[in-house]
């Protein structure tokens, strides 16, 4: 079946550093992938997304680009901010239904 | 617009006692879905609906129900509480219903405890 697996957390950077979530999925056709993220005490937001390979989502300086040779939706960003920490969920939605298959979770700890 | 409210955000249950989570969205969305979200194990799905009257079941629906009477609400249900449905619980929205490539809204959450 579709799955999702995630980098283990926390991690814990300092402000500025360069960030890589790493997040490889096992799908059967062409799923969608997403990067949700969860701020302390609050639901999930989308943060970006990408529907076809090599496609490239962005926002707010984060970056993941679908990656199908590798099966692959890494999220990076150059420069982290205290503002970005949070908890980041990778997942995809399989074509046929739509569902989301989300990923364990990575805590981000960003330090002044 | 609201988005996707829920209610109430803590809940502490004894073992066996029964309740319904409320899920509502004033979005219009067709797709509605209840997830739940356990350390390490990131965000499960338990029951889903494409539409009002119709609803089906995720990964992991034992001891939940779900009913979808109206286009707006989706009451999670637990009949007889235990402590492993001690969990954050999720519901999310998404328009147009077979659309995998949108993003789907996320209520702010239910802790719940079972003691």
């Known amino acids: 079946g579709n799955s999702v697996t995630q980098m283990e957390g926390p991690v814990t950077l300092s402000e500025e550093a360069f960030l890589t979530i790493n997040c490889t999925y096992t799908a059967t056709g062409y799923p969608s992938l997403f990067w949700y993220v969860q701020y302390p005490g609050e639901g999930l937001q989308l943060l970006l997304k990408?529907?076809?390979?090599?496609d490239k989502g962005s926002n707010k300086g984060f970056e993941a680009t679908y990656r199908k040779e590798t099966t692959s939706f890494h999220l990076e960003k150059g420069s982290v901010q205290v503002s970005d920490s949070a908890v980041y969920f990778c997942?995809?939605?399989?074509?046929?239904?739509?569902?989301?298959?989300f990923g364990q979770g990575t805590e981000l700890s960003v330090k002044p | 617009n609201a988005g996707v409210t829920q209610t109430p955000k803590f809940q502490v249950l004894k073992t066996g006692q029964s309740m319904t989570l409320q899920c509502a969205q004033d979005m219009n969305h067709e797709y509605m879905s209840w997830y739940r979200q356990d350390p390490g194990m990131g965000l499960r799905l338990i029951h889903y609906?494409?539409?009002?009257?119709?609803?089906d079941q995720g990964e992991v629906p034992n001891g939940y129900n779900v009913s979808r009477s109206t286009t707006e609400d989706f009451p999670l249900r637990l009949l007889s509480a235990a402590p492993s449905q001690t969990s954050v619980y999720f519901c999310?929205?998404?328009?147009?219903?077979?659309?995998?490539?949108?993003?789907?809204?996320f209520g702010p959450g239910t802790r719940l405890t079972v003691t």
């Open positions: 990408a529907t076809k390979a090599d």
């Open positions: 609906s494409v539409g009002a009257g119709i609803t």
């Open positions: 997942a995809l939605s399989d074509r046929a239904g739509g569902k989301l298959i």
């Open positions: 999310a929205s998404r328009s147009p219903s077979g659309g995998s490539s949108y993003e789907q809204y």
